[in-house]
């Protein structure tokens, strides 16, 4: 099975099937994720654990 090497920036599904994209790498395997919500009572981004690679799916779009 081919190991996923996500980067920063790059746009992924989790394995809980949420969209999250990928915006700092806090070091080899885990990194905070954008995950889009504006609402005041779901502030994931300041609230969620950073993203683990083995939280990912796959990789949906990378930037170039």
Same mark, same amino acid.
């Given at each position: 099975?081919?190991?996923?090497?996500?980067?920063?920036?790059? =746009?992924?599904?989790?394995?809980?099937?949420?969209?999250?994209? =990928?915006?700092?790498? =806090?070091?080899?395997?885990?990194?905070?994720?954008?995950?889009?919500?504006?609402?005041?009572?779901?502030? =994931?981004?300041?609230?969620?654990?950073?993203?683990?690679?083995?939280?990912?799916?796959?990789?949906?779009?990378?930037?170039?």
């Amino acid at each position: 099975m081919k190991k996923i090497k996500p980067q920063e920036y790059d =746009l992924v599904l989790l394995k809980n099937g949420k969209k999250v994209g =990928l915006i700092d790498q =806090l070091d080899e395997t885990h990194f905070w994720a954008d995950y889009g919500i504006e609402t005041e009572e779901e502030k =994931l981004f300041w609230e969620a654990p950073p993203v683990s690679v083995d939280d990912i799916e796959k990789v949906l779009y990378r930037p170039e």
